[in-house]
């Protein structure tokens, strides 16, 4: 099934060029080529579709965008809590805590009982990241956004997701337990509309929070700062245990000022993306950093 000319007319440049490639390669293709460029249009080209070849594109998307996550996860660990045990416990010989505890004491002897072991386990940690997706949030920025919580989700356990334009809703629960490709799909799949509501971002943020079991919950909020509907959110943010910002775009002094605010108030760090280019590299470095306190 091919698209029709007036699809096409109302389309332009990458959209238009991919449309007409999978139309001609037809609905049987195995692979879609331009998975990065599908991710990128995903909004206008997506809507364009036929439904077959729309699943098929959006699972070359999906790729695309895991694929860069993975790679800039490509030598990161995944966090971690230590934990020293005495001799017999769990865990692995630390031969430095061991002598710093002078396991051989004032004879030389080896004294078992002074033994240390270290154990590590996964950190347990909630995480709640806060989506603006208003109107402003199109094309490349969305595949990067995408990107940015695949890689949250690629790290850690427990990863809610909550979006906002006007109003706020979550896409993903903190205990819900999904694929990173599932996580993506439904980043991909928020329409772009509405204005900005922080403070409505934040407060559905602290909510999943609470339903979270770990006992260490952070916030992680990615916007400009530019709220135009709602109330100031900076208040909101001093009911975090933590939260993180990013904050994205050109830094305009008075969001620049607001993410600074918010992540003063939350106890929290900010962080910088002028470029949506640089945003999975600034969340890679904020995962990196999330354990420090």
Not at 1 to 8: D, E, I, S
Not at 10 to 30: F, W
Not at 33 to 61: S, V
Not at 160 to 170: I, K, N, P, S
Request: aromatic residues 4%.
């Amino acid at each position: 099934m091919k698209p029709t000319a007036g699809l096409l007319s109302h389309d332009s440049g990458a959209a238009s060029s991919l449309i007409e490639a999978h139309a001609a390669a037809g609905e049987d293709q195995s692979e879609l080529p331009g998975g990065w460029e599908l991710a990128k249009n995903w909004r206008k080209l997506g809507a364009q579709l036929p439904a077959p070849l729309r699943r098929k594109a959006r699972e070359a998307a999906i790729d695309a965008i895991l694929r860069r996550a993975r790679d800039l996860l490509r030598h990161a660990a995944r966090p971690v809590a230590l934990a020293e045990h005495a001799w017999p416990g769990p865990g692995e010989l630390d031969l430095e805590r061991s002598l710093e505890a002078g396991f051989l004491g004032v004879s030389g002897l080896v004294r078992p009982e002074q033994l240390r072991l270290t154990q590590q386990s996964p950190r347990a940690l909630a995480l709640v990241t806060i989506l603006d997706m208003s109107l402003s949030m199109t094309g490349e920025k969305v595949a990067l956004i995408a990107v940015a919580v695949a890689i949250l989700r690629l790290k850690l356990e427990k990863v809610g997701v909550v979006v906002f334009d006007t109003t706020a809703h979550r896409l993903v629960g903190v205990e819900e337990e999904l694929s990173p490709r599932e996580v993506v799909r439904r980043v991909l799949e928020v329409p772009a509309q509405g204005y900005t509501n922080i403070e409505a971002g934040l407060e559905r943020a602290l909510i999943e929070l609470r339903s979270g079991r770990e006992r260490d919950r952070v916030g992680l909020l990615l916007t400009d700062g530019l709220a135009n509907v709602g109330r100031n959110p900076v208040p909101v943010a001093r009911r975090f245990p933590r939260l993180h910002v990013v904050h994205l775009g050109d830094h305009h002094p008075q969001g620049a000022r607001c993410c600074r605010e918010m992540a003063q108030e939350g106890h929290g760090r900010i962080y910088r993306a002028t470029r949506y280019a640089d945003l999975p590299g600034v969340v890679r470095r904020a995962v990196r950093e999330l354990f420090r306190g």
